[in-house]
């Protein structure tokens, strides 16, 4: 974020051509930051101060729906020089984000070259590392030697994505081995490239999930991930920022939907978007309420009769969902980061179960207590079955928080679709059932 000082230097200056002077001598994502923040009506005049440079630059930095008015407030020759610099993957992050009628009329602006590799991409299905992939990378050839691959890298590949890692292919790209910047520095000119290149290529197919590739990056610390097709040639790079951009993605959707939270919402959203990311979910939580309700509904003469139950029941309630949602979260967080996978459910079952017999027996004594405090003295022995019921709940808590979403990720469906309220409410109709049969039981006994 633009630091405070620098953000108030900026908003202070009134005469244009300083403007134009300190905005082009920041850092592009400083730029960005301050063109977001400006009024709809004066983020274009703004962005027109660029040089052709800066402009290229901060425009990847921007919102897409900032980027979307841009391309709506721009010249169309501005906006295609923009757009044909732009870097293919981020090319195309843009045009899912546009309308198809702006995207025909953007790819119609580009040159051949960058068309071709646009509509390539763009051909690949959204989520896997080829629609994620960029074709900026460095090739070389098995006959060259170290000292004929630095002058290709430094005379042809300037412009490219990332020069740490090459790869070395054949005339077809098939890819054979990988060598780093470093190790083509520190070898002697007339080694073959071929000879100190490494043929232990850690690789993903443009079909491989982005959270995969992105799992493969991070697992052997990697800073470019290599993309190949069915037959095994090079068609891209996956680059460290997308994979930051990934991580980030999931992490918010993941968080977002164990929420209860349809879709991607931004902490600054509109309230009209906040309410419809929000509202779909809350009307079927009530519903789902409603089942809980019928649950108690038999039962309400026996509330009656017995009032402290009323009391007894939200904290039975809320308990064991809180449970749920704790062992929901960490089992989601362990698949989402590749912690854990479906092969791990037994042992993560084991673990969680021996944990939950802890907290059930915790919970079900503290409950137990306060039971005893509020029931009158000839009602006491309902602190007992609350106790129990705590138990039995919170282990189902345990149960379904650890398989359900093991489950999913086994079907190949995300695990983070099994959100909080749904089964905190599950769990409240099968507490509530539980106890209120255990205690309709006993009044029979005892009368």
Sequence with gaps: MLVQGVCNSVINITDLNQLKWYLNN?????????????????????????????????????????????????HDVQVAQIVEEMSPDERVILFDELPAKVVKRLLRELSPEQRQVTATILGYPEGTAGRLMTTEYVRLQQGLT????????????????????AYVTDENRKLFSVISLRQLLFTFPDVFVGNVASNRVIKVSTETSQEEAAQVMKRYDLI???????????????????????LEEEATEDIQKLAGISGDEAALASPQVTVRKRLPWLLCNIFLYITAASVIAPFQKIITVVPVLAIIMPILANSSGNVAFQVLSVTVRGL?????????????????????????????????????????PDDRWISFIAGSVMIVNVLIAVILGT?????????????????GPLMTTTLDAIGFL??????????????
């Design 146 to 165: 170290v000292g004929e691959a630095l002058s290709k890298i430094r005379y042809q590949d300037e412009d490219k994505e990332t020069i740490y890692y």
């Design 336 to 376: 989402g980061v590749g912690e854990i996978t479906p092969k791990d459910t037994m042992k993560l079952l084991r673990k969680e179960l021996l944990a939950g017999l802890g907290i059930a027996c915790g919970l079900g004594l503290a409950l137990t207590t306060l039971s005893m405090i509020w029931s009158p």
């Design 224 to 246: 470019a991930l290599p993309v190949v097709d069915r037959e095994d040639r090079l068609v891209g790079i996956i680059t460290i920022d997308d994979v930051f951009d990934i």
């Design 403 to 419: 398989l359900l979403p093991m489950g999913f990720k086994r079907l190949k469906l995300d695990p983070a679709l099994i959100s």
């Design 26 to 74: 920041l850092q592009p994502f400083d730029v960005g930051e301050y063109i977001t923040h400006l009024p709809e009506k004066q983020r274009a005049i703004a962005f027109r101060l660029l040089n052709k440079n800066q402009a290229i630059d901060v425009f990847e930095y921007l919102p897409h729906k900032v980027q979307g008015e841009l391309i709506n407030s721009l």
């Design 434 to 447: 539980t106890f209120l049969s255990m205690i309709s039981v006993m009044l029979k006994i005892v009368d």
